[in-house]
């Protein structure tokens, strides 16, 4: 699972990613516009430790940011992906108000009333922006009682987007994790649609 990146395109366009070593198949998995930084999570096969990303338009700086890895069961023991019917763990408009300038909020998706145990080891969610007022971007990562913020980005945006990337998340103290905006102000939106356990 990766996310996938196109910067600052110059002109409209589109990535594919796919297992290394494998004919392309003939689709896409991000499409991008000019002139913006688009990303999108995208499931990979990978063949001999590597994937392959074409681009179908023009020259454009690519960023691929691993985010888990899938692998049978009885070669990789590790956690196990359990959907759920999706609910809203955070909605800012309705609930404390935008996120401004590297404001960070903890958001509660295991344990308690949800549909997600306690013990999860990592979430599934939608992670959505709703009308930032500047370019910026949205980092996700587990509560773990410091402010320590990981490097990178699992959403980018531009000023009034209304965009959404689907992102896996480790779970934290608390059945918590993080959620911080770089800059700017935007509402943001996290829906749960399945845990890892």
Do not use: C
């Not at 996938?4 to 003939?26: D, E, H, K, Q, R």
């Not at 991008?32 to 074409?54: F, H, K, L, N, W």
């Not at 692998?71 to 909605?91: E, I, K, N, Q, W």
């Not at 960070?104 to 990592?122: E, F, I, L, Q």
């Amino acid at each position: 699972m990766v996310n996938l990146i196109a910067v600052s395109a110059p002109a409209n366009g589109w990535l594919s990613a796919y297992a290394g070593g494998t004919a392309w198949p003939g689709t896409s998995n991000l499409s991008y516009p000019a002139g913006e930084t688009t990303d999108s999570t995208v499931i990979v096969p990978v063949s001999a430790g590597s994937i392959v990303v074409r681009n179908g338009g023009p020259a454009v700086d690519v960023a691929v940011d691993v985010l888990g890895v899938f692998a049978p069961h009885s070669a990789l023991p590790g956690s196990r992906f359990t959907a759920v019917s999706s609910f809203r763990a955070l909605d800012t408009r309705a609930v404390g108000g935008p996120l401004g300038t590297g404001a960070s909020r903890a958001v509660t998706v295991a344990g308690g009333a949800s549909t997600v145990p306690s013990d999860a080891k990592a979430v599934l969610v939608s992670l959505t922006a709703v009308a930032p007022s500047v370019t910026t971007y949205l980092m996700a990562w587990a509560a773990d009682g410091t402010s320590t913020v990981p490097p990178g980005g699992l959403l980018r945006l531009n000023a009034g987007d209304v965009r959404a990337n689907l992102v896996l998340v480790p779970v934290g103290l608390a059945g918590q994790i993080m959620v911080r905006n770089f800059t700017g102000s935007t509402n943001v939106l996290v829906d749960v649609v399945g845990y890892y356990r």
